[in-house]
């Protein structure tokens, strides 16, 4: 089973983020994910760029369920007012 912090890890070992949270029951999880390198790409493409860096964990089952929000800086300001 993984944890929220390990998660956390493989994502912003992958990817340049300016931020990452990560919070879960160990089965289901939510994520944000705040990176520059969303720029220009849908939300499906988004969500693929994070998907990889796990895909070898929902594979083999030890992660189950991802939610993501995916925002460039400038959407996470605009998003926090």
Not at 2 to 25: F, P, R, T, W, Y
């Amino acid at each position: 089973m993984m944890q929220s912090e390990q998660i956390k890890k493989i994502i912003a070992d992958g990817l340049s983020c300016e931020a990452v949270h990560v919070e879960g029951d160990g089965e289901h999880f939510e994520a944000l994910v705040v990176s520059a390198q969303f720029a220009g790409k849908s939300r499906v493409q988004r969500q693929q760029m994070v998907n990889a860096f796990l895909r070898s964990y929902f594979d083999s089952g030890e992660l189950h369920a991802l939610s993501m929000k995916t925002v460039t800086p400038e959407e996470w300001s605009a998003l926090r007012g």
